[in-house]
């Protein structure tokens, strides 16, 4: 990727509130130790994204920011609604393309795997998860996206395959990215903490808790 082809990096996530974020880790971590996971999960992609060439980064936020979040991201608040049209709002945010969004749950990814998106040809680009959601999704013309993801049902087994349908069905070149993992339940923090840079705060964490007993 050539730098700066990327016209804006969006993240979309939810301020790491004990009792709100990563439910599904509890049990066997309490409500603290998994918003400490999300955070440190929040933290490693924001940083990874931070060394990608882009016009503009936006953080798109359900809640407040915190000291986890570094210099050089715009801030924007998620709109009400269901994801798909959090999702639709937030590439509403970006005035020209291409754009990326990614999400939260995947501390493992890298500044290579996001370089992949942009100048090279293709109208879309698609992140598949190992549930069948996806972790990220970019398109040319952010203005086409409200009508590729709003009404794709969310949250499900067949999320990531209706998706990546929708994209093709348009008549988009849509380039697919690697699978990866989804942090949901603790069986996936080890998994995908075990993916992660040396050094990352996600698998340090996942590291402390171990040793506590968790």
């Not at 993240?11 to 918003?35: D, F, N, Q, S, W």
């Not at 986890?68 to 798909?84: E, I, K, N, S, T």
């Not at 040319?140 to 049902?153: N, S």
């Amino acid at each position: 990727m050539s730098a700066g082809s990327l016209a804006t990096l969006l993240v979309i996530a939810k301020e790491p509130v004990p009792g709100r974020v990563k439910t599904r880790l509890t049990p066997p971590y309490t409500p603290g130790e998994a918003a400490a996971l999300a955070e440190a999960a929040l933290a490693d992609t924001l940083h990874t994204v931070l060394r990608v060439p882009a016009r503009r980064r936006v953080l798109v936020l359900a809640g407040a920011p915190g000291p986890w979040l570094p210099p050089g991201f715009d801030v924007a608040a998620q709109r009400a609604g269901g994801l798909d049209e959090r999702i639709a709002a937030a590439f509403g945010l970006c005035d020209r393309g291409p754009a990326l969004l990614v999400g939260m749950d995947t501390p493992q990814l890298t500044a290579e795997l996001v370089e992949e998106v942009g100048g090279d040809g293709h109208d879309a680009w698609f992140g598949p998860a190992a549930d069948g959601g996806f972790w990220a999704l970019g398109i040319a013309e952010p203005a086409r996206a409200a009508a590729l993801v709003r009404g794709v049902p969310m949250s499900t087994r067949d999320t990531g395959a209706i998706q990546r349908r929708r994209l093709a069905e348009a008549g988009l070149r849509v380039s697919d990215l690697p699978v990866l993992r989804d942090v949901d339940t603790a069986a996936d923090a080890a998994e995908v903490a075990a993916r992660c840079a040396a050094g990352s705060r996600f698998a340090a964490t996942v590291a402390a808790l171990a040793r506590a007993g968790r």
